[in-house]
Structure formats: C-alpha cells, structure tokens
C-alpha cells in the first residue's frame, strides 16, 4: 500500500489511467518475484504475464490518449485526473 500511496503522489497530475499503469506493473514485478523464489511458479507466472500484459494496454492507452489529447489542444480521450 505504500508504493500505491507513493505512486499516487507523483503521478497526482496525470490521471488515474496512469496510476493504473504503475499499479499493474508493481502487481507484475510482485507476482514475478514470488514466482522466482519458488513459491508456486506454475501457477504465477501466467497470472504475471496477464497482468504485464494489462500493464502494457493502459500504457498504450495512456499514450495515445496524450498524444492525442495534445494535438487538439482539448480532452477528447478521458484519463480520469485524480482529485
């Protein structure tokens, strides 16, 4: 809970989309750990490379809603600022 609290303090103005983004790739690197010390690696690694995977389709997502949103000067793809 304290990386997430961490992680929400330097993304604050960037959006829930990106706080999404750093949340599953923790999740990942968590999940990927615990599979390399050993503690059942058959069922873990697929679950990691799962959540990786949802790691990488909000980051495409936050990109292009950046891009995006920057080249027409105006919020067209949400990513939810936090409050």
Do not use: K, Q
């Amino acid at each position: 809970m304290l990386v997430v609290s961490g992680v929400a303090e330097h993304v604050g103005g960037l959006g829930a989309a990106v706080l999404w983004v750093f949340i599953t790739l923790t999740a990942t690197y968590l999940l990927l750990v615990l599979a390399e010390l050993g503690i059942n690696p058959s069922d873990l690694l697929p679950i990691a490379g799962y959540v990786g995977i949802t790691c990488g389709v909000a980051a495409w997502y936050v990109a292009f809603a950046h891009v995006t949103n920057a080249t027409f000067g105006r919020e067209l793809i949400p990513t939810w600022p936090l409050r």
